[in-house]
């Protein structure tokens, strides 16, 4: 019997909002604007940006997920509004092409494992925030009005 573990105070019941053991590693990990279980599809960007762009947070980031090598993330921070991109190469083209329709241009342009690419850059502004990342999500990502896209927005309070 191990000394440290008391048995009389150990039960079995999950905390509250908890329906399974991975519910219980989830609390506390993300802010999420949608009913747990829902899929997300380009109708959720709307209200994760906006949770996104309204946050008082001192440092705040969207991830928006439509595959394993396609994907953006969106940070705000001490260093302001930046923006990263990853894309595989058959997708490469068109994402450039998106990016330089909105004027943005990569300070930073990695090449990354599998023929992916990296892409690192400012964005000056929240303004029109929606319209490029819907942009870049269906002409750049070729996501179509029922793909799947997973979000996380993480958010974290000045110390």
Not at 18 to 27: A, G, K, P, Q, S
Not at 35 to 49: E, H, K, M, R
Not at 61 to 66: A, D, Q, R
Not at 113 to 130: D, H, K, M, Y
Request: aromatic share 8%.
């Amino acid at each position: 019997m191990n000394p440290f573990v008391d048995y009389q105070k150990r039960g079995v019941e999950l905390p509250a909002g908890c329906t399974d053991l991975i519910d219980v590693l989830r609390l506390g990990r993300s802010s999420d604007p949608r009913p747990s279980g829902a899929a997300t599809t380009l109708a959720d960007v709307g209200s994760f940006l906006s949770l996104f762009v309204s946050s008082s947070a001192a440092v705040r980031s969207l991830w928006i997920f439509h595959s394993a090598t396609s994907w953006l993330g969106l940070f705000c921070g001490k260093h302001g509004l930046r923006a990263l991109v990853n894309v595989d190469a058959s997708r490469e083209q068109a994402v450039r092409g998106v990016l330089s329709h909105a004027g943005f241009v990569p300070d930073q342009d990695d090449t990354l494992e599998n023929n992916a690419r990296g892409l690192q850059f400012v964005i000056p502004s929240t303004s029109g925030i929606e319209h490029f990342v819907r942009e870049l999500l269906t002409h750049g990502f070729g996501a179509t009005q029922v793909s799947p896209l997973e979000f996380h927005f993480h958010e974290r309070k000045a110390a």
